[in-house]
């Protein structure tokens, strides 16, 4: 027997076995697809530079479509009767208008999307069917004949970019022009109050009279000063170090970053950001010349110093706990994995209805967390704000029983450290001596041990004023008529109330002056 013979024999062995067992192997007589023509559909407004669409948050962008599948000749695919997938860069289609159906290589629908801004464009893949969010609902979701265990997609490991059956041909649509965000549009998310919708995208915010409100070791805060009423209107530019080349008071021509959700507050890493009042662009160790006109504030404003900051927002013991506050008439909830809207959810405002209609393993990979909903103080986050008739806490208390420098949330030490969380009036040592924040008790009545407090917030001093420039035992137990500050939050872990941080600006801000009415 030739060589040849021998190679074409052993080729065929595979299938020929198989065949003998009894299974048929699957063959993909799918057509040669090569690419695909997006068109969208004549008189739609598509923008222009000059003159973007709105950035799409709540309400959806919603554009018609034209869709052809066509082969290596640029001509159409006639016996292309599979599905395709749809998405959008920058941007998230609606789960329902993921997959659209061809019929003798040609579709027409429309697709709704989310979160696009600048020069945005719709794609379509023959992507087959996802291991993630395909593989276990009965359906043949790409029309290829086979469904779930059945299909050679769903074999593949999660993850897994390559597709067994699917050409991975694409097409894209001319572009569409958006707006580029303001900070509330990556600060508030009309998904869930723990969520950026902007997260994981290089983001540059050069819309809004934007002012410098304070600087700490590791950043700076910015505050739209022409940003709607209600809130969302801050963000923390994470610059790792002290910021170069700012000043409290300084307004921006523009900031820049990667949009990201760290421990519950919205902030952009790797920033870069183009100061009016130098004309310099700083941000990753590069500095330019960039003279920039800042954006005219709406309200009031005689110059760039601190009494020129928005007026601090007073918060209540009442919101720190989350009892006051109301859902945004824009607010919506899906929150599942990848935007999929959850079945038989009749409120979508009503978390605890949300987070238990998700299956568990979708619930572990879901932002949504109802202990951590507070409607009150997300709006304010990273924004000054004031409280009034705070009370230092008294109580310093070391769980960290063997001294191995950490709390073991398993034990004696993760009880003591539960107790003393749950305590207006007490400091765990290791929150002072790691992260330089103490509590701080609001609406307290009474004295000593039998003092009781409606809410309890933290003061964290060290990124602002150094070790050593406040040292809280030296005032433990004061009464403070009013505290300014921005506002973050910590998130512990899944299922566990936020905690809630003032960061003072510097002395003046703890104690003295009057609170905003």
């Known amino acids: 027997m030739s060589r040849s013979l021998v190679i074409a024999a052993l080729s065929l062995a595979p299938s020929l076995l198989l065949t003998a067992c009894g299974v048929v192997p699957f063959e993909d007589h799918r057509p040669r697809l090569r690419a695909f023509t997006v068109q969208l559909s004549s008189g739609q407004d598509q923008g222009t530079q000059e003159t973007p669409l709105g950035f799409p948050s709540t309400v959806p962008a919603r554009f018609d479509l034209v869709l052809t599948a066509v082969d290596v000749h640029g001509t159409i695919l006639g016996d292309y009767d599979q599905a395709a997938v749809l998405s959008v860069v920058p941007g998230l289609v609606?789960?329902?208008?993921?997959?659209?159906?061809?019929?003798?290589?040609?579709?027409r629908t429309s697709v709704e999307f989310r979160f696009s801004y600048g020069p945005t464009r719709i794609w379509v893949e023959d992507a087959g069917e996802s291991v993630v969010f395909d593989c276990e609902n009965g359906l043949d979701d790409d029309h290829d004949g086979v469904s779930d265990a059945a299909d050679p997609d769903c074999q593949k490991p999660e993850g897994k970019l390559e597709s067994a059956l699917a050409t991975m041909a694409t097409g894209i649509s001319a572009p569409i022009y958006f707006a580029e965000p303001r900070i509330r549009d990556l600060q508030f998310s009309p998904r869930c109050t723990t969520d950026t919708p902007l997260g994981g995208t290089a983001v540059v915010v050069g819309h809004g009279a934007l002012v410098c409100?304070?600087?700490t070791q590791s950043g700076l805060y910015v505050t739209d000063m022409n940003g709607p009423e209600g809130g969302y209107n801050s963000v923390f530019l994470f610059t790792f170090s002290n910021p170069g080349g700012v000043r409290p008071g300084d307004?921006?021509?523009?900031?820049?970053g990667n949009a990201a959700e760290f421990i519950g507050n919205t902030q952009l890493n790797f920033p870069s950001y183009l100061n009016a009042e130098t004309g310099l662009r700083q941000g990753d160790g590069d500095v330019a010349v960039v003279p920039c006109?800042?954006?005219p504030v709406s309200g009031p404003i005689t110059g760039n110093g601190p009494s020129d900051f928005p007026r601090p927002h007073l918060l209540e013991p009442e919101d720190v706990n989350g009892t006051t506050g109301t859902v945004p008439d824009d607010f919506y909830r899906v929150c599942a994995p990848g935007d999929l809207?959850?079945?038989g959810l009749d409120d979508a405002t009503d978390c605890a209805a949300a987070r238990n209609a998700l299956p568990a393993e979708v619930r572990r990979q879901s932002p949504i967390d109802c202990a951590r909903d507070n409607f009150a103080m997300e709006p304010w986050e990273h924004a000054l704000v004031a409280i009034r008739d705070a009370k230092i806490g008294h109580k310093f208390v070391d769980c960290d029983e063997n001294g191995d420098g950490r709390i073991d949330f398993r034990g004696p030490e993760g009880d003591c450290a539960t107790t003393c969380s749950d305590d207006a009036l007490c400091t765990e040592i290791s929150s002072l001596t790691q992260y330089g924040q103490f509590a701080v008790g609001l609406g307290c009545t009474g004295e000593g041990d039998l003092a009781t407090c409606k809410a309890k917030v933290y003061l964290a001093t060290r990124d602002t004023l150094g070790k050593s420039g406040y040292d809280v035992m030296e005032h433990k137990g004061e009464q403070l008529a009013c505290v300014n500050g921005h506002l973050r939050q910590t998130q512990p872990g899944a299922g566990?109330?936020?905690?809630?941080?003032?960061e003072p600006r510097d002395l003046s801000d703890i104690g003295s002056g009057e609170c905003p009415q």
């Open 94 to 107: 609606a789960a329902e208008h993921r997959r659209v159906r061809f019929e003798r290589g040609l579709a």
């Open 293 to 295: 006109t800042p954006e």
């Open 496 to 502: 566990v109330d936020s905690i809630w941080i003032i």
């Open 251 to 256: 307004r921006l021509c523009e900031i820049a």
């Open 341 to 343: 809207p959850i079945a």
């Open 213 to 215: 409100t304070g600087i």
